[in-house]
């Protein structure tokens, strides 16, 4: 079956950093997009950025842009999100998701880490 597993998690302080890994299994990675999603407590899930299979192509949400970075390594199945830059405001649970369907929502979706920036 197919899995998404997301780690790199934790506390960090306003204006720091922290690197999320999202290891997938189960299916042909290579050729699937894949999102970064984050939530909080009563608030819809909003995507964060987005990378397309052949990597060339990336979206990312305005909060984020210039602070964030969303890459892949296909060979090890896994896609990464660099965030810098940290703000109170970034604090919810990540989650990673993979195969974008013709209506853009994703197939599959991993448990989440959790992210907390404190000042």
């Known amino acids: 079956q197919v899995q998404l597993v997301e780690s790199g998690g934790g506390l960090v302080q306003v204006g720091g950093s922290l690197s999320l890994a999202c290891a997938a299994s189960?299916?042909?990675?290579?050729?699937?997009?894949v999102g970064w999603f984050r939530q909080t407590p009563g608030k819809e899930r909003e995507i964060v950025a987005s990378?397309?299979?052949?990597?060339?192509?990336?979206y990312y949400q305005n909060s984020v842009k210039g602070r964030f970075t969303i890459s892949r390594d296909n060979d090890k199945n896994t896609v990464y999100l660099q965030m810098n830059s940290l703000r109170p405001e970034d604090t919810a649970v990540y989650y990673c998701?993979?195969?974008?369907?013709?209506?853009?929502?994703?197939?599959?979706w991993g448990q989440g880490t959790q992210v907390t920036v404190s000042s």
């Open positions: 998701a993979a195969v974008e369907r013709p209506d853009g929502s994703y197939g599959y």
């Open positions: 990378i397309r299979r052949s990597g060339g192509t990336t």
């Open positions: 189960g299916l042909t990675f290579r050729l699937q997009n």
